[in-house]
């Protein structure tokens, strides 16, 4: 497969790109800043746009087979997380929107947490499930990741398990841990798995040893109800009717799309 990878200089995109070639396919990262290239592994394909400036991707590759999303917009508050967390997603599967490709989208655990001070402030989760809604209303095959703290693993944590629901909220390291290197192998194995296909699941690591073949795992997993536009399982604590009408609105115009095709 060739695979876009979008945020692919960032801490999650850099392991997703040496798993990719690990994996036998071939990635296409994309950049922002020319002087992280030096962080790819040498001979990568590089594509360089601002997910945040559409005008930059109109040139994107056109065959494209399959793109992982690991954006984050890294502290810029309110603003950086509307134009990246959402809007990076928004504008690439806007360019994509006639293309058969496979998407895999990492989020985060907690995200359908609304009320602490944090969201409040930076509205990170809003806009980051916002944009797994957009996935889902895309029509395009998918898998959505919410990973746990970044290696915060103890040395024998290494056995990945997937939930549903969200339900995990303390905003701390006892909602979930898992390696960055799991998160980089379950974004690229989800998509060439029909087991993974449309689902959603939060991604930690807990005592034992690590496991080669996730297909069990994947398929232990409910499918995401089409009619809900949310994780299978997820509180209904973001009504669609009370969201801005720009987002009602954008989120429809992915909805008659796919309904079109």
Same mark, same amino acid.
């Given at each position: 497969?060739?695979?876009?990878?979008?945020?692919?200089?960032?801490?999650?995109?850099?392991?997703?790109?040496?798993?990719?070639?690990?994996?036998?396919?071939?990635?296409?990262?994309?950049?922002?800043?020319?002087?992280?290239?030096?962080?790819?592994?040498?001979?990568?394909?590089?594509?360089?746009?601002?997910?945040?400036?559409?005008?930059?991707?109109?040139?994107?590759?056109?065959?494209?087979? *399959?793109?992982?999303?690991?954006?984050?917009?890294?502290?810029?508050?309110?603003?950086?997380?509307?134009?990246?967390?959402?809007?990076?997603?928004?504008?690439?599967?806007?360019?994509?929107?006639?293309?058969?490709?496979?998407?895999?989208?990492?989020? =985060?655990?907690?995200?359908?947490?609304?009320?602490? =001070?944090?969201?409040?402030?930076?509205?990170?989760?809003?806009?980051?499930?916002?944009?797994?809604?957009?996935?889902? *209303?895309?029509?395009?095959?998918?898998?959505?990741?919410?990973?746990?703290?970044?290696?915060?693993?103890?040395?024998?944590?290494?056995?990945?398990?997937?939930?549903?629901?969200?339900?995990?909220?303390?905003?701390?390291?006892?909602?979930?841990?898992?390696?960055?290197?799991?998160?980089?192998?379950?974004?690229?194995? *989800?998509?060439?798995?029909?087991?993974?296909?449309?689902?959603?699941?939060?991604?930690? *690591?807990?005592?034992?040893?690590?496991?080669?073949?996730?297909?069990?795992?994947?398929?232990?997993?409910?499918?995401?109800?089409?009619?809900?536009?949310?994780?299978?399982?997820?509180?209904?604590?973001?009504?669609?009717?009370?969201?801005?009408?720009?987002?009602?609105?954008?989120?429809?115009?992915?909805?008659?799309?796919?309904?079109?095709?």
């Amino acid at each position: 497969m060739k695979i876009l990878v979008a945020g692919a200089t960032g801490s999650i995109g850099v392991h997703v790109v040496n798993t990719v070639i690990e994996m036998g396919h071939q990635p296409v990262a994309l950049v922002r800043n020319k002087r992280k290239v030096k962080l790819l592994p040498r001979g990568t394909d590089v594509f360089y746009g601002d997910v945040s400036m559409p005008e930059t991707l109109t040139d994107l590759p056109k065959n494209i087979d *399959a793109i992982i999303f690991t954006l984050g917009s890294d502290g810029q508050g309110r603003i950086g997380a509307r134009a990246i967390d959402y809007g990076g997603v928004r504008n690439i599967l806007r360019i994509c929107k006639d293309a058969p490709v496979r998407i895999s989208l990492m989020t =985060t655990i907690g995200v359908t947490e609304r009320l602490s =001070t944090w969201n409040q402030r930076t509205e990170v989760h809003d806009w980051k499930r916002r944009a797994e809604r957009l996935v889902r *209303a895309s029509g395009h095959p998918y898998t959505i990741v919410r990973p746990g703290w970044f290696d915060y693993n103890n040395d024998d944590e290494h056995r990945i398990v997937m939930l549903q629901g969200d339900r995990r909220h303390t905003g701390t390291t006892e909602d979930g841990v898992i390696s960055r290197e799991q998160i980089a192998q379950v974004l690229v194995s *989800a998509l060439t798995s029909d087991e993974a296909k449309n689902k959603t699941f939060e991604l930690v *690591a807990e005592q034992g040893e690590a496991q080669q073949d996730l297909t069990l795992l994947f398929a232990d997993l409910q499918t995401d109800n089409p009619e809900k536009n949310d994780g299978v399982l997820d509180l209904n604590n973001m009504p669609f009717s009370e969201e801005p009408e720009c987002i009602i609105n954008e989120l429809n115009l992915f909805s008659k799309h796919v309904k079109s095709i």
